[in-house]
């Protein structure tokens, strides 16, 4: 059994025989349900990895990439009626020249 952390929580992960892990499949479901994984290893090498479907779901899910959830949230705007404006960018950077700088 090997102690890592993750996340700030404390995880422990199992390292099981593919024969183990078929004798004792009940309970290495009930510990995967409760946050944890465990390794299955063949011939003392990782092969597979047991985790619970909530895990399996975060892990699966597919992500936006930056452009189309622009376009979603443009679309989104859209429909609900949201207009952005150029005026309402003018005042957001300062436009003082700031320091002067010797260029010589």
Do not use: C
Request: charged fraction near 35%.
């Amino acid at each position: 059994m090997h102690m890592f952390r993750h996340r700030e929580a404390r995880i422990m992960e199992e390292h099981y025989t593919i024969a183990d892990a078929k004798n004792k499949l009940p309970a290495l479901i009930h510990f995967v349900e409760t946050g944890q994984a465990v390794k299955l290893t063949r011939h003392g090498r990782p092969v597979a990895v047991l985790m619970s479907i909530k895990d399996y779901q975060k892990l699966d899910r597919k992500r936006e990439g930056y452009w189309s959830a622009l376009n979603s949230l443009r679309k989104r705007m859209e429909k609900e009626g949201i207009t952005v404006a150029g005026e309402e960018f003018e005042d957001l950077r300062d436009s003082t020249p700031g320091r002067g700088v010797d260029l010589s």
